[in-house]
């Protein structure tokens, strides 16, 4: 006997990884350059040249120490550097010890999750959102309560919102730039929602942190602006990853910080600790927390991505496409041009477009496009596209 969710969990792919294992076998059959897969959200730029010198200087300089176990939280010295670069950046007052370094925002948020989880929490979550968090949340135990999506501009439908919130809300997640929208919250959205969230913890006598997923923290458009989400709510938990901003997603690195003014913040960085340690997300890869640490206020050369949603955003609405204007990561969620999303998904497919049905985000009548591609592969997708607005005229 096994687990079935387990099993379950263990066997049904995402629609995301159906549809991208079916672009290598199509690829494999009409060749890679006929099939356009804005199936995955894996960065198309190189990380940048110092990450790569970087790791090949530790490798042979410490050949033996920088493969050796570090403190469960991750090295002091790395600690340090990103607290550094947080406080220079975001003027974040971050201290070493309020960070706790894991295998990518993936295992950040799930540290989160069971580390704050008693029996009958709930977690809100904001459609459309990326399909990992109810596993996440549901793995810790606990339960997902999902916000139906403000389509017009997928900021937050506020009336559904504070609907949801009860006795039972230990938390509430955001994500901005988001996964699959694009769409970076505004101040003013951000700060509704903090108002909110204080008047809400006043009201059921315990704490509701905002947990603030930014995997897309750099990736942001002309115009956009992420702000640091702590300054505009304390109880906030933020949970980073460097795999889209320095283009490491299979090095599997990121790290969770909790503030110091966060409510009760000592018990909950011990828990996100125990909870590393409960789910064997002790020790971030070694070589990586050096090489990130030391590379932490660089980027990789992100900015393809806005070219590409220029020119996509621009070409889309004059087929007739819907689509709201992203303010970073690299993805887009125009409407579907019948409310199936599937079978509008189907019929993209059949002309070699690779773009995901967006009811697993929570957002029927939408798809996703991943534009971290070569923008030469957008500008031939394009005649795609316009074919299949046509095949509804
Ligand atoms: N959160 C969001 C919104 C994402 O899009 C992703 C990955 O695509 C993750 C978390 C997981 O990121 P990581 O690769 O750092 O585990």
């Not at 199509?26 to 970087?54: H, K, L, M």
């Not at 974040?92 to 309020?98: E, F, G, I, K, M």
Request: charged share 20%.
């Amino acid at each position: 006997m096994v687990s079935e969710r387990m099993k379950g969990l263990g066997t049904a792919r995402s629609v995301i990884r159906e549809l991208f294992e079916y672009g290598k076998l199509r690829a494999a059959e009409i060749g890679a350059e006929n099939v356009f897969d804005f199936s995955i959200g894996n960065p198309s730029v190189p990380a940048p040249a110092a990450v790569n010198e970087t790791a090949i200087r530790l490798l042979r300089e410490q050949p033996n120490l920088i493969h050796a176990y570090t403190s469960a939280q991750g090295a002091a010295d790395a600690r340090e550097r990103f607290a550094d670069s947080l406080n220079r950046r975001f003027d974040a007052r971050c201290t070493p010890d309020r960070l706790y370094l894991t295998v990518g925002a993936a295992a950040s948020l799930c540290c989160v999750f069971n580390g704050l989880t008693c029996p009958g929490d709930e977690f809100i979550v904001f459609a459309p959102y990326f399909p990992e968090y109810k596993v996440f949340i549901e793995g810790a135990g606990a339960k997902m309560v999902l916000i139906p999506p403000e389509i017009e501009g997928f900021q937050i439908d506020f009336d559904a919102f504070e609907k949801a919130l009860s006795p039972n809300t230990k938390g509430v997640l955001v994500n901005s730039p988001n996964n699959p929208s694009g769409v970076v919250y505004s101040r003013t959205t951000l700060e509704r929602l903090a108002a909110i969230l204080t008047e809400k913890s006043k009201e059921f006598g315990h704490p509701i942190y905002l947990i603030s997923d930014e995997p897309y923290r750099e990736i942001v458009y002309a115009g956009f602006e992420v702000p640091w989400a702590p300054h505009i709510y304390r109880d906030t938990i933020v949970c980073y990853s460097f795999s889209k901003s320095l283009s490491l997603p299979g090095e599997r690195i990121g790290y969770v910080f909790v503030p110091k003014e966060a409510a009760e913040g000592d018990d909950v960085y011990a828990a996100v600790a125990g909870a590393g340690r409960s789910l064997g997300y002790v020790n971030a890869p070694s070589l990586f927390q050096q090489v990130t640490s030391l590379c932490c206020d660089m980027t990789a050369d992100l900015k393809i991505y806005e070219e590409n949603a220029k020119l996509f955003v621009s070409a889309l609405r004059e087929m007739g496409y819907h689509v709201v204007e992203p303010g970073g990561a690299f993805y887009l969620f125009p409407r579907s041009l019948e409310p199936d999303d599937m079978a509008f998904s189907e019929r993209a497919k059949k002309l070699d477009l690779l773009i995901v049905p967006g009811a697993g985000f929570g957002a029927p009548g939408h798809v996703r496009i991943s534009y971290c591609v070569q923008t030469d592969t957008i500008r031939r997708a394009l005649p795609k596209f316009q074919a299949l607005a046509d095949s509804y005229k």
